[in-house]
């Protein structure tokens, strides 16, 4: 066998799937892991449904979870001409037949089969029929011979060895009528001409394995490893699908699920490696094998990413994070003026407390980031006579203060508790709402000095006024 090769074959008809995202990661592991390469092929023969679009999205979205392919993408439209090729040497060799049969008579087999309550399985009528008899009314499609006796066994690199019936498998079409390749067809020629030494994909296409392994037996080509990862299920045990929130790698970038998170978490889900639970680029790459993946479908639990994504909050540099937040922010919540991104990238360290996505950073940023208070209508009712004053004389003793520090401010604020026979809640509530317009924040003393003397002085007289 030569130099691993794995791949990603997705199709750009929409954005890519989290699942998608996950045999991605897994393939490309596997390759870095026994120093192979990875490619991405764009499977784009569905031309009513392919765009654009989703491609760059793909590439994109692999990118951003730090998947780099090798070379450039492979196009699976451009190669429609080799795969037709194929499907007339496989006719020449006997291995496929012209199947004349009409739709009518096609729909016709299918309505018995769902009365009978089996599954549908073409009935191989032109399997050995001779041309002569064919009507010259009907293109023919091209249907694989698949073989009709016996079992076959896959040996699977995740599942073990799965058995099937051959009779099971119909003889399934590799050329439509109107001469466009099928994709078993055209993902099999595609695989021996890339030399992929290596097929990961979800369990799903396990049926399409058997039919492909046919195909390069029929064409005496070398047989790649086949590796089937069991499917993504919801938190209640279903099928993850398109439809469900948080299905697409933007549903987790947009609320600030941070890259290195979320690769660590799809590379914990269905795959284990002793008890550790989180592992750098590197440990992925040097730890990853196919034999400790899991045989069980993985449930989605979102409350695992947001926990692992708190822990990358907590315990990445912090200069990194704020990048990231920057970066975020510029993408889905609006670009921050430089003198407040100076203000934030100090304040970081509090304001990542209890954080548990960048959203949530952004969310306790707001006081910084705002020109205007945006106060709470409930909150503001709070501040009543009482707390006026509390401000007032607070706001009076902070303006003969040159440099604010705790140290300093913390003597002030005892003061005001005494003065105004308060506790800490009855001096530090006014004035969190009246810098900030909620009761609700950090600390009053990250506050004050997060904002600077000029900006907390301005806030406090306008309140006061």
Not at 76 to 86: L, N, R
Not at 103 to 122: G, H, S
Request: aromatic share 10%; net charge positive.
């Amino acid at each position: 066998m030569s130099k691993v090769a794995t791949r990603f074959a997705p199709s750009p008809t929409g954005p890519l799937h989290i699942g998608g995202i996950r045999t991605a990661l897994f393939n490309w592991l596997y390759s870095k892991n026994q120093n192979g390469n990875f490619f991405l092929r764009i499977e784009d023969t569905d031309k009513e449904r392919s765009k654009d679009e989703y491609k760059k999205q793909i590439v994109n979205s692999l990118k951003w979870i730090g998947i780099n392919f090798d070379g450039e993408e492979y196009v699976q439209s451009k190669k429609i001409d080799d795969h037709i090729k194929v499907a007339n040497e496989l006719l020449k060799k006997g291995s496929a037949y012209k199947c004349y049969c009409s739709p009518e008579e096609i729909e016709e087999q299918k309505k018995r089969a769902k009365q009978k309550k089996i599954p549908y399985i073409y009935d191989r009528k032109w399997r050995d029929k001779e041309e002569t008899d064919a009507p010259k009314d009907i293109r023919p499609v091209i249907r694989f011979k698949s073989k009709i006796d016996g079992n076959s066994i896959l040996k699977d690199l995740v599942q073990g060895n799965v058995e099937i019936e051959n009779n099971t498998i119909e003889d399934f079409v590799i050329l439509r009528n109107d001469g466009t390749p099928t994709y078993n067809l055209s993902a099999t020629v595609d695989d021996h001409q890339m030399n992929m030494t290596h097929i990961i994909r979800g369990d799903d296409h396990k049926i399409n394995t058997f039919k492909q392994i046919q195909i390069y037996q029929a064409m005496e080509w070398e047989l790649p490893f086949f590796a089937h990862i069991p499917l993504i299920h919801t938190i209640e045990g279903k099928k993850l699908s398109k439809r469900d929130k948080a299905s697409t790698l933007n549903d987790y970038s947009k609320i600030g699920i941070m890259p290195d998170a979320l690769r660590n978490y799809l590379l914990r889900l269905g795959w284990s490696y002793k008890d550790k639970e989180i592992f750098t680029l590197d440990e992925s790459i040097k730890c990853f094998n196919l034999e400790d993946i899991g045989k069980s479908p993985s449930k989605l639990d979102m409350s695992r990413i947001l926990s692992m994504n708190e822990f990358y909050i907590k315990n990445m540099n912090e200069n990194d994070l704020f990048s990231q937040f920057v970066e975020y922010c510029k993408e889905f919540k609006g670009e921050i003026k430089s003198d407040k991104r100076d203000k934030i990238k100090k304040a970081l360290s509090f304001l990542k407390n209890k954080a548990k996505t960048l959203e949530d950073i952004s969310n306790n940023s707001q006081y910084i980031i705002v020109d205007k208070v945006n106060f709470n209508q409930d909150d503001i009712k709070l501040i009543d006579e009482k707390a006026k004053r509390v401000i007032s004389d607070f706001s009076s003793q902070f303006s003969k203060i040159d440099q604010p520090t705790r140290e300093i401010l913390e003597p002030v604020i005892n003061g005001l508790i005494k003065s105004h026979q308060t506790n800490f809640k009855g001096v530090g509530q006014p004035l969190r709402i009246a810098l900030t317009g909620s009761k609700f924040g950090p600390g009053i003393y990250d506050i004050i000095l997060s904002l600077g003397k000029e900006e907390v002085k301005k806030r406090l007289d306008s309140k006061i006024a």
